[in-house]
């Protein structure tokens, strides 16, 4: 997005346009789009802003979006939803632990991601999940297994203790 934001909205736009052309006839609770700003370990300066995109990731026609949430670059975005409503029946999935860093997120900081995500949204509108994938394919993984497996766990325990106070 660096080059021109006008330039990025017009590229992703038509690529919103040919998505959701391909998706017509396919209910959208059947749908579940993931906004991902490419899963390699490099800085990320370049990503667009959450807040300068987010009326065109909603115009995929979509059950729920998938976004990244939990890496340094993106984690401060979930004030745009303070902002922004998500549109009645959709259902946000927020990256609560990041494939960005090898540190596993302790529990409790996952469950602060959920519950602040559901207050914005609503608790039923919230699924929890990861930023991104933690391997492009089966051969290129970028993170080492124990690390994926100790990041699901916090994330299991993160959803645990957020379901207690949020329900």
């Excluded at 993931?34 to 979509?62: K, N, Q, T, Y």
């Excluded at 991601?113 to 999940?129: D, H, K, Q, S, T």
Aim: proline share 7%.
């Amino acid at each position: 997005m660096q080059e021109s934001p006008a330039r990025y909205r017009e590229w992703a736009e038509l690529r919103v346009e040919a998505l959701n052309y391909a998706l017509r006839g396919i209910p959208p609770e059947r749908v579940r789009y993931h906004m991902c700003f490419g899963s390699w370990h490099v800085p990320h300066m370049a990503d667009a802003p959450l807040e300068a995109i987010v009326d065109l990731v909603l115009r995929v026609e979509a059950g729920a979006y998938s976004l990244e949430a939990a890496n340094p670059r993106h984690e401060h975005e979930w004030r745009v939803w303070e902002k922004v409503r998500l549109p009645p029946g959709k259902i946000l999935i927020p990256g609560v632990v990041t494939h960005h860093t090898t540190t596993v997120e302790h529990p409790q900081v996952v469950a602060d991601r959920i519950v602040r995500f559901a207050n914005l949204v609503g608790r039923e509108n919230v699924i929890a999940g990861t930023d991104c994938g933690f391997a492009q394919s089966r051969n290129v993984p970028r993170t080492h297994p124990s690390v994926m497996w100790a990041k699901l766990e916090a994330l299991v325990e993160g959803a645990r203790i957020a379901s207690r106070e949020l329900f």
